[in-house]
């Protein structure tokens, strides 16, 4: 994961970290080195112009010129930045009422169901919560049939009413039944299209208006880069989500969404998932990520 980018920074900083004088154009040649390894990991060229402008006042402010490491200080400063960059600081989930309701969104194959079912897991072995998962995909009934193993691992109940073709009512009984039989948080899968279209909005939008959930949080294969980026604006502007949950983070992925989605839609990445066994999520620790990036 974003092995390109580290590379890439790391011989950014090359010139300020050599010997000599450092000087205003040294400096300007390493964050305009730093906006082309950002454009490359496909962050959105606004957010990389804005924050290398950034970075280039703020060292000049900090004295980088004078400073005995210039190099280091640079990569603190680049270190910080992009920790902000990507929110600053981890972002918890709400959990209160009982039972607290999630609702899960996004794309066809962006790893939703995988994610329903990890996040099920999560809740169960990390905060002791009783969760359920709904099947509200009623188009496809393999992903009804896959969540209904994932559940079966993690030993999560599944509610699902056969045959039915309502969503809304689905997920309003689910709700009933967790609370008759004392699950503390609903995860309802939501059935997703390949590409943005109004049926699937609607749908998502009309289920949200039933249950008034407490999260509600959109899926996306960061293997997508911009297009991630674009579709959670898409998303975002329909329903308002809480929080982004970056998939496939254990492929080869640039980097891009992870760096720009916050400064795009202004919403936190909250979980990252990282492969298909259901231990594989984390939540998202902007400053962790950042020196990750960094090497
Ligand atoms: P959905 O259509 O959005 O519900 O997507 P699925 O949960 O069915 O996931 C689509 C495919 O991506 C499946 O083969 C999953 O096993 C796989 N997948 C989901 N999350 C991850 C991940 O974090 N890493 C990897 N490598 N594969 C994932």
Known sequence: MFENLTDRLERSFKILKGEGKITEINVAETVKDIRKALIEADVNYKVAKSFTDDIKRKALGMNVLTAVKPGQLMVKLVHDELAALMGGKAEDIDLSGNPSVILIAGLQGSGKTTFSAKLANYLKSKKGKHPMLVAGD??????????????????????TIPDSKDPVSIAKDAIKEAKKNGQDV???DTAGRLA???EMMKEVESIKKAVSPNEILFVVDSMTGQDAVNTA????????????????????????AALS????????????STGEKMETLDVFH???MADRILG
């Open 233 to 256: 604006k898409e998303f975002n502007d329909r329903l308002d989500f809480n929080g982004v949950v970056l998939t496939k983070l254990d492929g080869d992925t640039r980097g891009g």
């Open 196 to 198: 943005i279209d109004e």
């Open 261 to 272: 989605i916050r400064a795009v839609v202004d919403k936190p990445i909250k979980f990252v």
């Open 286 to 288: 902007p400053d962790r």
């Open 186 to 188: 609903v995860i309802i």
């Open 138 to 159: 009623v188009y496809r009934p393999a992903a009804i049939e896959q969540l209904k193993v994932l559940g079966e691992q993690i030993n999560v109940p599944v509610f």
